[in-house]
C-alpha cells in the first residue's frame, strides 16, 4: 500500500514497479481502510479494475488519537522510524527529535537520527550533534537531499527495513524521499496550492525488499499528557539508571539522591537530552510543535 485517497489506495503490485489505483471491496458494516505500510490482497476485474480483498494482519501500528478520542492508524508493519532534523532553516529543534525518539523507544521500536542541510549550518555545531545521538547508541548520518550528499549512506542502512521518515515540515523529508526513487505525485496534494510542498498525505517508496514512508507532519507522534515513569522508559540513556533513584517513584525533576540527575551533573546525560525530558514533561513541547506545525 503506497497510500490512500477517500475510497481508494494506491497499490505497488509485487514485482511491478508502477503503483495502480485500487478501491476498497464493497463490504457489509464498517470497513477498515488500509494504511501506508499494509500488505493487501488484490483482484484485477474486467477493465483493468482494481479491488482490494483483504488487508493482511498488521504487526506494528503507528496509532494516533484525534481530539475527539478516537484513535487512527497512520501507518503499518514498519520496523524503523527515521527522525529528520535540519541544521538550519529551520533551526534544529531538539525537543522535538528527543520527542520523536522517545515516542520510538517506548514503542520498542528502533530508531536512527537523519540531520539534513549541512550546507547551511556551523560545521562545529554539526559535529557535536552528530557526537551526542552516536554517543546513545543512535545511528546517525548527516544527508544533504538538495546537493546528492550522503543518499548513499542512508539508503544503505535502510536495506530490507520498513521505515517511515518524520520531522518537522521544511526540513527536507520529501527532497530524501524522492532522492531514493520515491515517486512524487501519488497522491500528492499541497495544503498550500502553488509554490510549497508540504506533504500532506503519507506515501510510501519499495525499496528493494522494504519500504520508506514520507509521512505528513510530526503531530502523530505527540506523547501528550505523559508520567515521568513512562517518559524516562523513552529515553535510551536512562535505561540503566530506572530504579537507582532514592524514590521509587522519582520523576527526576526536584527529588533527593536522583540518580538521572547525579548522571546529568556528571555529565553522562547531556543538558539538553535531560532539559527535553523536563519540557515533554510540562507539556511545554507539544504546545511548540503543534505552533510549528500550524505555521506549516
Ligand atoms: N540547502 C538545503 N536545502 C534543502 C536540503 N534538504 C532539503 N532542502 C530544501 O528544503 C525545502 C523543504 O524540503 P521538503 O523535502 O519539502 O521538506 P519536508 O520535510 O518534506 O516538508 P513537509 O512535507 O512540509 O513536512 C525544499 O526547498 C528543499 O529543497 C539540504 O540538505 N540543503
Ligand atoms: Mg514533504
Ligand atoms: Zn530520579
Known amino acids: 500500500m503506497v497510500a490512500t485517497g477517500r475510497n481508494s489506495a494506491w497499490v505497488a503490485i509485487d514485482g511491478q514497479n508502477a503503483t495502480v489505483v485500487a478501491d476498497m471491496r464493497r463490504t457489509r458494516g464498517p470497513r477498515t481502510m488500509p494504511v501506508p505500510g499494509d500488505r493487501v490482497t488484490i483482484t484485477t476485474h474486467e477493465a483493468g479494475r482494481v479491488v482490494i480483498d483483504a488487508i493482511e494482519p498488521r504487526s506494528f501500528t503507528l496509532e494516533r488519537e484525534s481530539l475527539d478520542g478516537r484513535k487512527k492508524i497512520m501507518a503499518a508493519n514498519v520496523d524503523l522510524l527515521v527522525a529528520v532534523v535540519a541544521l538550519a532553516d529551520p533551526s534544529p529543534r531538539l525537543v522535538t527529535l528527543d520527542q520523536l525518539l522517545a515516542f520510538a523507544h517506548m514503542h520498542d521500536l528502533p530508531a536512527m537520527v537523519v540531520f539534513t542541510k549541512p550546507d547551511l549550518a556551523d560545521a562545529v555545531e554539526q559535529a557535536r550533534l552528530v557526537a551526542l545521538y552516536t554517543g546513545i547508541g543512535y545511528a546517525t548520518l548527516i544527508c544533504d537531499p538538495k546537493h546528492n550528499i550522503g543518499i548513499d549512506a542512508f539508503a544503505a542502512k535502510l536495506l530490507g527495513r520498513h521505515a517511515l521518515m518524520a520531522g518537522m515540515s521544511g526540513v527536507g523529508k520529501s527532497s530524501l524521499f524522492l532522492r531514493l526513487g520515491g515517486d512524487g505525485p501519488v497522491g500528492e496534494v499541497s ?12 506515501r510510501l517508496a519499495r525499496l528493494g525488499d522494504g519500504f520508506l514512508i514520507d509521512s505528513p507532519g510530526i503531530n502523530e507522534f505527540g506523547l501528550g499528557r505523559i ?4 517518559l524516562s522508559q523513552g529515553f535510551v540513556e536512562f535505561d540503566g539508571l530506572l530504579g537507582s533513584c532514592r524514590f521509587t517513584d522519582c520523576s527526576h525533576t526536584v527529588e533527593p539522591n536522583c540518580a538521572i540527575r547525579e548522571a546529568l551533573d556528571q555529565g553522562r546525560i547531556a543538558p539538553s537530552r535531560y532539559e527535553s525530558y ?13 505552533l510549528e506545525s500550524d505555521e506549516g
Not at 278 to 290: K, N, P, Q
Open 227 to 230: 508520567d515521568p515513569e513512562a
Open 191 to 202: 495544503r498550500f496550492g502553488m509554490g510549497r510542498q508540504t506533504t500532506s498525505a503519507a
Open 278 to 290: 523536563r519540557r515533554i514533561l510540562s507539556g511545554d513541547a507539544e504546545v511548540e510543535t503543534e
